[in-house]
């Protein structure tokens, strides 16, 4: 990836910013956006900054411009093109278009006439409008050059309904189909497109929702009120799809997946690489073998899937 230049939207924390971290491990000069700077909070109310990742990436090998960008404003994402033109001459070889912001607004527990409708709204516009805008304004400058690669990041490598609510449903749905229309379109101009997705994030938000570290990750395992924690056994680090998606960006047959969702899971299995602490989870081995099949996870050895 040396000399290639990247952006990651949504790379404040979670998976952008391990995807961030792990292109520029691999050499790429990445634009790091999202809305929390260390002088600028979001609605979030998260205390990762965009200026953190773009620290973590420099450390890691590579170069990190952190731009803040919100990407609900479409004048927002001009700027951040102006910026890409400015200071690489508008090249960008990887787009990774990860915004979501939807946790505070998503109700899972409500029947959907029940919800906030603002809050409905809300979840589509951050996690979908968001992609539209990003497209719209930079596929532009991947499509200059032949070799593009857009990936889309969304949660879940099929469109079956799981029950978490309708508007997260269309949200992440509608990522899916945004990279199959991609994976159609960009051919036409030498590019790939496809999505990606991680299985049970560990990411710094569910640490905090279960009231672990990275360090004790595995006590809300065992936690007797936490009613995930069979399945957050075989979690895995946000770096996990981050290494998928450097291994996807380095790889001269990727169009070759042009179209696809592919899980993290899907990606070890492709690449071989491993999560930060040596493992290999399989989320999806454990749904279809586990969960599935109407075995208790709590009873069931978590350890062939990892």
């Given at each position: ?27 790429a000069?990445v634009?790091v956006?999202?809305?929390?700077t ?97 497209l ?40 899916r ?16 497109g ?23 990750w ?8 936490n ?26 047959e ?13 990606l ?39």
């Amino acid at each position: 990836m040396t000399g290639k230049v990247a952006v990651v939207t949504g790379a404040t924390r979670g998976c952008g910013r391990a995807i961030a971290v792990e292109l520029g491990r691999a050499g790429a000069t990445v634009f790091v956006t999202g809305r929390t700077t260390r002088s600028a909070g979001s609605p979030m109310k998260r205390a990762e900054t965009i200026e953190d990742t773009a620290e973590l990436v420099d450390a890691a090998g590579g170069r990190g411009i952190a731009v803040r960008c919100d990407f609900t404003s479409v004048s927002d994402v001009d700027s951040l093109r102006d910026r890409i033109e400015s200071e690489v001459d508008g090249q960008l070889d990887v787009l990774v278009d990860d915004v979501w912001g939807g946790d505070p607004f998503v109700d899972f527990d409500s029947a959907y006439w029940e919800s906030s409708l603002d809050n409905a709204l809300l979840v589509v516009r951050n996690a979908v409008d968001t992609h539209l805008i990003a497209l719209h304004r930079l596929l532009p400058l991947v499509v200059r050059r032949p070799g593009g690669l857009v990936i889309e990041v969304t949660d879940g490598d099929n469109d079956d309904y799981v029950g978490a609510g309708i508007p997260y449903y269309l949200a992440k749905c509608s990522i899916r189909a945004i990279g199959r229309a991609l994976g159609a379109e960009l051919p036409k101009h030498g590019c790939t497109g496809l999505t990606v997705t991680p299985g049970f994030l560990r990411s710094e938000f569910m640490l905090d929702h279960f009231g672990v570290t990275e360090e004790n990750w595995r006590d809300a395992v065992t936690d007797p009120g936490n009613p995930h924690g069979p399945d957050f056994a075989i979690s895995e680090t946000p770096s996990y799809l981050g290494r998928g998606v450097a291994a996807l960006a380095a790889d001269p047959e990727v169009s070759r997946f042009a179209g696809k969702t592919l899980a993290s899971w899907t990606l070890m299995h492709e690449y071989g690489f491993t999560d930060v602490d040596g493992s290999q989870p399989d989320f999806g081995r454990w749904m279809t073998e586990v969960r599935d099949r109407g075995l208790n996870p709590a009873t069931t050895d978590p350890s062939p899937y990892r």
